[in-house]
């Protein structure tokens, strides 16, 4: 909205001319921020209450403007709004249309605010909620693969350091580790949502207002537990977007270390476990092919995240108090990450919840690659009562031995157990299979069935 000069109706009183165009192109935010729309309103909704229950504005103008935002706000909904890049932003091109809707009483609703504490509310407004819409994604997660936990307790599958099979674990453990993950990474959006809960509203340009404002009324309206303390803080911090990406970058790398587990996985070479068709996808020239792109897209996402968290962190360094329009640059990062971040989390739990372990498959790699070792190693200690090192030597030339003959630890003669050490009896081959090893490692914390089952239970309670 130009006035006869062509200047901005809402700041242009100084101004003779208007914006060179590359200057309107490099200083508008209207193309990401309207999505703030729905928090600009809620905010300017309590604004104007606050407005009329203090006296400032007459309440008969406070209610016809909060009326006129609702009219404004189901236009957006509706897609009917015409956003202009001219009016820069979405505060002024709400409060424009707010003016063409109920005329005069619209030039009151900006009294005692700034856009600057505007734009702190909308987007810790919006901040907030994506910490919720984090934490239930990653809710729904959890529960997937707690089901799964409970189906494969006692299900053996290899362990492995290096990517090398270290030691037999359960599948339900394996499931269980993310658990524990995504449920920090909960208590992380957790409690960056419980310090981001203070209101800038009120904060105005980043003096605080000479209006007597009633901030406590504002913050109660808006959900948040209390005003910020410090006019020229509340203006000019983003670190409770950078904690929502910190949590974000924390969790898309968890995200992507399972995803890059689920890759190899279902890889010819392991075929560990079956996505559904709901979650693969062809190859246009080779038709034998079932791909796991949600998979490898959910490994890549935190490039992004994570990219979003630098690029703020960037925006932020060094910059004086209080705002500086470089902080209008927070909000694509945001918002591209919180897009991201959800999206991963529905499609992995879609792909968990459809992910088929192959029972077979999973078992005879659980006792390759000398995987008991270790049980063979302690039994030499508890049966025979050699030190651990010495036991270690003494399963050390077994496994070579085995290795020589091509075979399996449990495969090699009792003859050739006591020619490594003539102690050894027939009862060493019941600990080189791989249920007895699961079932041993009971220690709290461990991969046994029966202490799997005990964390698939609590897992139960707290997530039902
Ligand atoms: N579009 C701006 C932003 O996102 C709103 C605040 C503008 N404030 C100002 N003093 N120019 O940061």
């Known amino acids: 909205m130009n006035d006869s000069s062509g200047s901005n109706a809402m700041w242009g009183g100084r101004f003779a001319a208007g ?3 590359i200057m309107e192109a490099i200083n508008a935010s209207i193309g990401f921020d309207r999505r703030l729309a ?4 809620e905010a300017s909704r309590a604004h104007a209450a606050m407005l009329g229950a203090t006296g400032i504005v007459s309440v008969s103008d406070a209610e016809t403007i909060r009326e006129g935002l609702l009219t404004v706000l189901s236009e957006i909904e509706a897609g009917a709004f015409p956003f202009s890049a001219a009016l820069e932003d979405i505060h002024m091109n709400v409060e424009s249309r707010l003016k063409a809707l109920i005329g005069e009483p619209a030039g009151r609703l900006h009294t005692a605010r700034s856009r600057n504490d505007q734009v702190a509310t909308d987007f810790r407004l ?3 909620g994506q910490c919720d819409a984090a934490i239930a994604g990653l809710t729904a997660l959890m529960r997937a693969l707690v089901v799964q936990a409970e189906a494969g307790a006692g299900l053996v599958m290899p362990g492995f350091t290096h990517l090398q099979v270290a030691q037999p674990v359960t599948w339900g453990h394996h499931m269980l580790a993310y658990v524990e993950m995504l449920d920090r990474d909960r208590g992380r959006f957790a409690d960056a949502r419980a310090r981001m809960n203070e209101s800038p509203l009120g904060a105005a340009a980043l003096a605080g207002t000479s209006f007597p404002i009633d901030r406590d009324a504002t913050a109660a309206a808006l959900g948040f537990d209390r005003p910020m303390a410090n006019s020229l803080d509340a203006v000019s911090d983003r670190d409770f977007a950078l904690e929502f990406l910190a949590a ?5 790398t968890h995200l992507s270390r399972f995803a890059e587990e689920l890759v190899i996985w279902s890889s010819a070479q392991f075929r560990f476990v079956v996505f559904s068709d709901r979650f693969s996808t062809g190859s246009s020239i080779m038709p034998q092919k079932k791909n796991p792109d949600a998979a490898e897209l959910v490994r890549a996402k935190v490039g992004r995240i994570t990219g979003a968290l630098v690029a703020l962190l960037t925006v932020m360094k060094g910059l004086p108090l209080a705002y500086s329009k470089d902080m209008q640059e927070d909000k ?8 991201a971040l959800m999206l991963a989390l529905a499609a992995m739990e879609g792909m968990v919840r459809d992910l088929a372990p192959n029972e077979a498959a999973l078992r005879a ?3 390759s690659g000398f ?5 063979l190693a302690d039994w030499l200690v508890r049966s025979l009562g050699l030190p651990f090192r010495e036991a270690h030597h003494v399963t050390g030339t077994l ?8 075979v399996d630890l449990p495969d090699l003669t009792l003859e050739e157990m006591q020619a490594a050490h003539p102690g050894i009896s027939a009862e060493v081959y019941r600990v080189l299979g791989v249920d007895n090893s699961v079932a041993s490692r009971a220690s709290y914390g461990g991969t046994a069935p029966v202490r799997v089952r005990a964390q698939v239970r609590r897992w139960q309670e707290a997530l039902a």
């Open 19 to 21: 914006p060179d165009a």
């Open 399 to 406: 496994v070579r031995r085995a290795e020589e003959r091509g």
């Open 371 to 375: 995987s008991t070792a270790t049980d």
């Open 248 to 252: 974000a970058s924390i969790c898309a």
């Open 38 to 41: 729905a928090q600009d309103i």
């Open 126 to 128: 919006w901040v907030r």
């Open 365 to 367: 790699a659980a006792a």
């Open 332 to 339: 694509e990062q945001v918002f591209d990450a919180a897009d």
